[in-house]
C-alpha cells in the first residue's frame, strides 16, 4: 500500500460577492411587493404574508455576514431573484468546468505537478450542471490529462467523500495521482425568496492534489492517516429539481424542487452525528482528540461548528484551533472545509495533526485525519 499525501491545494472565489444587507434590502423589497399585490387574500385570510427577512437573524443564527456568487446580475432584482447565466453552447467550456479549472490550476501550480503526472480527475460537488458528459472529463480534455475522469454527487460531503476515493485509488496504486475539484455552483438553486434560506449558501470552487508520498516534492504535504465516510437517510435537507419533473407536468422550478431544509432538525440530529464520527475516527487512527492540532469543519453554520466542536473536546475551540471561514463565504456546500484549509495549513509544522470533517444532506459525514510531513 502506499502512503498518500495532499501535495497541492487551490481556492478560487468568484468576483462578486453579496452581504446580508444587500440580500435582506432585496428580498424585504420581494416580501413587501409580494404583499401589497396579495393584499385582499392576505386579509381573507386565504394565503399568509411573507415575513420579512432581518441581517442581524442571519449572522446571529448562522454566523455569516456574506457569500461570493458566481454571478450577481439579477440575485438582487426582486423581478427576478436568480443569478442570470448566459446559456453556453456545446462548443464553449461550461459554466462549472471554468470554476473547476481556475482552481485546479492553482493546486497543480502548488502541488508542482504537470497534466502528464495526473490520471485520475474527481469533480465532486452538490451538483453539476448537466448530467453528461462528466464536468469532470471536460476538465480532463480542457487540462490535457491522460487516464480517468467522473463527477460524484454528494452534496456538502462530496468533497470528503471524493478524497476518500483518491486516497483509495493512490493507496491500491491503481491510480498515480489525483486532482479532486469542488466547483460549487450552488446559487441557481437558492431559492431567494424564502426568508429561512435565502441567505445559507454561497459559490466557490476548491481543488486539492493527492498523490504517493514517493512522487511528492511540493513544500507543504500532509499525509493521510485515516479516512471514513458515513450515510444515514433523511428527508430534513432536499433538492428536488431533476429530469423527472418533465414527465410528471410539474414546474421543474416549483419552491419544493429548490434547495430546501428543516434547519433545526438537521441541527439537532447532525451536531451528535458529527461529534460522534469524530472520535471514533480519531480513536481508529489511534489518536486521541487533544492530539490533533487544527479542526477545518464543515461551514454551514458557526453555533453547529462550536457545538460539535464542544462535545468532541469538552470545551470551546479558538478561531487558531477551528477556523471560520463561513463568515466571508457562507455555506458552500463541500467546499467549506476545503476552504478552512486552503486558507489555515501553511503555519502548521511536522507532525501537527489536523481533521478535515464535512456534514450535510443525505445524512452524509466525512472525514480526512492529516499529519504535516513536509
Ligand atoms: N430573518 C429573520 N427571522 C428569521 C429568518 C430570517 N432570514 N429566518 C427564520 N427566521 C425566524 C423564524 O421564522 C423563527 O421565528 P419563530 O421563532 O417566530 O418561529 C426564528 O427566526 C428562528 O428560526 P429557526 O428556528 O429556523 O432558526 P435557527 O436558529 O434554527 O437558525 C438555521 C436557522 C441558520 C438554518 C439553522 O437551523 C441551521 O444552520 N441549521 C443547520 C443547517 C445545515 O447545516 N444545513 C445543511 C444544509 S446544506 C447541505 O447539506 C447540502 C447542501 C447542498 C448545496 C445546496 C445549494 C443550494
Same mark, same amino acid.
Given at each position: 500500500m502506499n502512503e498518500v499525501v495532499i501535495s497541492g491545494v487551490g481556492l478560487w472565489k468568484p468576483d462578486h460577492s453579496i452581504s446580508n444587507e444587500e440580500l435582506v434590502e432585496s428580498y424585504n423589497a420581494w416580501a413587501a411587493s409580494y404583499n401589497a399585490e396579495n393584499q385582499r387574500a392576505i386579509d381573507a385570510g386565504e394565503i399568509s404574508p411573507k415575513p420579512l427577512s432581518s441581517a442581524e437573524f442571519i449572522e446571529k443564527a448562522s454566523g455569516i455576514k456574506s457569500r461570493y456568487v458566481y454571478k450577481k446580475e439579477g440575485v438582487l432584482d426582486i423581478a427576478r431573484m436568480r443569478p442570470k447565466i448566459v446559456r453556453r453552447g456545446d462548443d464553449e467550456l461550461s459554466h462549472q468546468a471554468e470554476m473547476a479549472l481556475h482552481a485546479a490550476k492553482l493546486a497543480m501550480a502548488s502541488a508542482g505537478k504537470t497534466a502528464d503526472d495526473i490520471d485520475m480527475v474527481i469533480v465532486s460537488c452538490a451538483y453539476t450542471e448537466r448530467s453528461y458528459p462528466a464536468i469532470a472529463i471536460e476538465v480532463q480534455g480542457a487540462l490535457g490529462i491522460q487516464g480517468t475522469g467522473f463527477d460524484m454527487l454528494v452534496a456538502c460531503s462530496a468533497a470528503t467523500f471524493a478524497l476518500q476515493r483518491a486516497h483509495d485509488a493512490i493507496a491500491a496504486g491503481s @491510480?498515480?495521482? %489525483?486532482l479532486v475539484i469542488n466547483p460549487e455552483l450552488t446559487s441557481p438553486q437558492i431559492n431567494y425568496r424564502d426568508r429561512d434560506s435565502h441567505f445559507i449558501f454561497g459559490d466557490v470552487s476548491t481543488a486539492m492534489i493527492l498523490e504517493p508520498d514517493s512522487t511528492a516534492t511540493a513544500p507543504n504535504q500532509f499525509k493521510i492517516l485515516g479516512t471514513k465516510s458515513q450515510t444515514v437517510f433523511s428527508n430534513n435537507i432536499? @433538492? $428536488?429539481?431533476g429530469y423527472v419533473s418533465r #414527465?410528471? +407536468?410539474? +414546474?421543474?422550478? !416549483?419552491?419544493? $424542487?429548490?434547495?430546501?431544509?428543516?434547519? *433545526? @432538525? %438537521?441541527?439537532?440530529?447532525?451536531?451528535? !452525528? #458529527? #461529534?460522534?464520527?469524530? &472520535?471514533?475516527?480519531?480513536?481508529?487512527?489511534?489518536?486521541?482528540?487533544?492530539d490533533i492540532r487544527r479542526w477545518w469543519l464543515h461551514q454551514a453554520n458557526l453555533n !453547529?461548528? &462550536?457545538?460539535?466542536? *464542544?462535545?468532541?473536546?469538552? *470545551?470551546? #475551540?479558538?478561531? +487558531?484551533? @477551528?477556523?471560520?471561514?463561513?463568515?466571508r463565504f457562507a455555506n458552500t456546500a463541500s467546499a467549506g472545509s476545503i476552504i478552512a484549509f486552503c486558507q489555515n495549513h501553511e503555519d502548521l509544522v511536522i507532525g501537527d495533526k489536523g481533521v478535515i470533517c464535512s456534514f450535510g444532506a443525505g445524512y452524509s459525514i466525512g472525514s480526512l485525519v492529516l499529519e504535516k510531513c513536509s
Open positions: @491510480s498515480k495521482a %489525483v432536499r @433538492s $428536488n429539481f #414527465a410528471e +407536468d410539474v +414546474d421543474p422550478f !416549483m419552491d419544493e $424542487n429548490l434547495f430546501h431544509q428543516n434547519g *433545526r @432538525s %438537521v441541527f439537532k440530529e447532525v451536531c451528535p !452525528m #458529527a #461529534a460522534a464520527h469524530l &472520535q471514533d475516527q480519531i480513536e481508529k487512527v489511534g489518536l486521541g482528540t487533544s !453547529m461548528n &462550536q457545538l460539535i466542536i *464542544r462535545r468532541v473536546l469538552g *470545551r470551546d #475551540a479558538s478561531q +487558531d484551533e @477551528s477556523p471560520t471561514v463561513l463568515d
